[in-house]
């Protein structure tokens, strides 16, 4: 499985619409299909923590017999704010299967200009990364998609997550389109990014809600995982 959704989930030199002190704290409930079939749930989490600085978690647990198979993985990032950019300071990943446990680290050096990831990392991604202002890990350009989203706008944000650096661009509807999930009806802003010929990862932003109301994940034309809200509350 892709780090969620890294998903997710992607790093940012833009100029922001909003102050990073617009952080809002939530807790956010998903339900996660696969090709219409329930996986799961999903838990999507900000909330401050000490020093100004900020966490964002990501957790998925498979239901029923996907338990056992195992869509149990689990995210995080703690960050501080500089300016409007969200800036990595860590970022951890733990997934378990049947048999398995993988788990890895990284930590943003901010002094040392580099990322270095540490645990079940591939050989080709355990090198430090070199970092650039704006760089984000996965689950903060979540974040920054939600800030940033306004109809009609190209995103550019550069990805610094599990030992690799990469730019990604997300394109923006030009007006919001009706998105059901679950009971709720919502107009959402659609957020698209293109990974390659094959792959997509696409974000439904609704204006007032501060996590997405969906986050859509495909290969080879074949929905991954598909996260669709049900409940978010405030955090304080």
Known sequence: MRPLLQ????????????????????VAQYDVYRGGSELGE???????SDAGRWRI??????TGLMRIAGINAEQSTVFDTV???YRPLSQATLRRAVFTRRQRTGIYDWS???ARWQGDVKKTRQAPVPLQP??????????AVIRDAQPGRTLEYRFVDDGRARVHRYLVAAEPEPVKVGDLSYNALRVSRLHSDADETVIWVVDGVPTPVRILQRENGSDTYDLRLTEYRGNE
């Open 134 to 143: 704006g760089d984000m890990s996965g689950l903060l350009i979540n974040l």
């Open 42 to 48: 999903a838990t999507m989490q900000l909330s401050p």
């Open 112 to 114: 040392a200009r580099q």
């Open 57 to 62: 978690d990501l957790t998925m647990r498979g």
């Open 7 to 26: 998903l997710l989930l992607f790093g940012a030199a833009l100029a922001c619409s909003l102050p990073a002190a617009a952080l809002v704290p939530f």
């Open 83 to 85: 300016g409007d950019t």
